[in-house]
């Protein structure tokens, strides 16, 4: 079936270092969108990219969809104590949602 | 804009007792629902896609007789876990999504997804 396979599982950062998640699916994609989710809470949506070889920034986010619609990454620079949670892709085939397992972004004490 | 309302926020159940999660969009009409299941560090699990007015479809092995949804206005859907077990146990997400034009000119539109704050639901 379809996947979209997320990589890391967690990653572990010191404040201020960068932190990147990247996605990559079975299929073509028309489009992914990206999710934060916080411990404890739910998922909130951050951004949908479409078009291939997009490339949209929120501050210190930096989204990517690969040339082929079927990877995709997303980039934080200079990592904040609220960056923390877990970062989902979720890439739309065949009228469907399909999700990644998630990346959890751990800030070392 | 964009809230979506999940009810109750917990709920602990006997074993065997049926269990309704309410979903409400509060300010827009839904035109699809979703129902997640999320295990501890796990990521969500698609169980349920409902559309408003028609019957709910669910991802393979999902049990319909056992997690019944119900999509009965723009605004509401609700999931029913009858004759819960122990294992049925774990943290319920509704998400609700509206209905636009495609984007980029495509055939095939997809949109944002706004969550519910959850159900953390408890058999024992």
């Known amino acids: 079936g379809q996947q979209v396979m997320q990589i890391p599982q967690y990653q572990h950062v010191q404040e201020g270092e960068d932190f990147t998640t990247y996605c990559n699916s079975s299929t073509t994609l028309s489009n992914i969108q990206w999710y934060k989710q916080r411990p404890g809470g739910h998922p909130v949506f951050l951004i949908q990219l479409v078009k291939s070889g997009e490339v949209k920034k929120q501050k210190r986010l930096t989204f990517q969809f690969g040339e082929a619609k079927k990877n995709s990454s997303l980039h934080i620079t200079a990592t904040q104590t609220t960056d923390v949670g877990t970062y989902f892709c979720a890439g739309y085939s065949n009228y469907q949602l399909i999700w990644g397992a998630g990346t959890k972004l751990i800030i070392k004490p | 804009g964009a809230v979506v309302s999940q009810h109750p926020s917990w709920v602990i159940c006997k074993s065997g007792t049926s269990v309704k999660i309410e979903c409400r969009s509060l300010d827009f009409q839904a035109t699809t629902m979703f129902w997640y299941r999320q295990f501890p560090k796990q990521s969500l699990m698609l169980m349920a896609t409902s559309n408003e007015g028609s019957k709910a479809t669910y991802e393979q092995g999902v049990e319909k007789d056992k997690f019944l949804i119900n999509h009965a206005s723009l605004t509401l859907s609700t999931l029913t876990v009858t004759s819960a077990h122990p294992e049925d146990s774990s943290f319920y997400i509704c998400?609700?999504?509206?209905?636009?034009?495609?984007?980029?000119?495509?055939?095939?539109?997809?949109?944002?997804?706004?969550f519910g704050p959850g159900t953390r639901l408890t058999v024992t």
């Open positions: 998400s609700a999504s509206r209905q636009g034009p495609g984007l980029a000119g495509g055939p095939l539109s997809s949109y944002e997804q706004y």
